[in-house]
């Protein structure tokens, strides 16, 4: 069973990709670099390893990012349809993501008028997750 997220413990990490993944390319990019500058000898093997490397640390860094502008997408379309079923109108479109993203996690009850504090009082994302009283959890979210 999943603990009760609230806002102490609600960002979370993906294992394989924060812990592998992700620091496995920074160092073959790390190492293959210290290879091809410290090395006067360096081969064309050593080229075409920091080529690969840096390549492959670019897609892994690319795919996080796509993936986070996904979700920041359905996050908006989510929220948006949530407000316009709960108020009658669309989200203000001077909203910023974080701010949106950090709404989600505000029950029905206090998301219309949380939007309209946000936006009217500029509250940061950190801001609007201290705000919110009855936590409204998101597990999807990495």
Same mark, same amino acid.
């Given at each position: 069973m999943k603990p009760i997220q609230n806002f102490s413990n609600h960002s979370r990490l993906?294992?394989? %990709?924060? %812990?592998?993944?992700?620091?496995? *390319?920074?160092?073959?990019?790390? *190492? !293959?670099?210290?290879?091809?500058?410290?090395?006067?000898?360096? !081969?064309?093997? !050593?080229?075409? +390893? $920091?080529?690969? !490397?840096? &390549?492959? &640390?670019? &897609?892994? *860094?690319? +795919?996080r990012v796509y993936a986070l502008k996904v979700q920041d997408r359905v996050i908006r379309s989510e929220e948006n349809f949530r407000h316009f079923r709960l108020t009658g109108a669309v989200l203000n479109q001077q909203l910023r993501m974080s701010q949106i993203i950090?709404?989600?996690? *505000?029950? /029905? /009850?206090? $998301?219309?008028?949380? #939007? #309209?504090? #946000?936006?009217?009082e500029k509250l940061t994302a950190k801001q609007i997750k201290e705000a919110i009283v009855n936590w409204r959890p998101d597990y999807w979210r990495i």
């Open positions: 993906h294992p394989t %990709y924060h %812990y592998f993944i992700a620091p496995l *390319a920074i160092g073959g990019l790390v *190492a !293959s670099g210290w290879m091809l500058f410290c090395n006067p000898n360096s !081969s064309w093997q !050593s080229i075409l +390893l $920091f080529v690969i !490397s840096l &390549t492959l &640390t670019s &897609t892994v *860094a690319l +795919l950090a709404l989600r996690f *505000a029950p /029905d /009850d206090e $998301f219309p008028a949380l #939007a #309209a504090r #946000a936006l009217n």
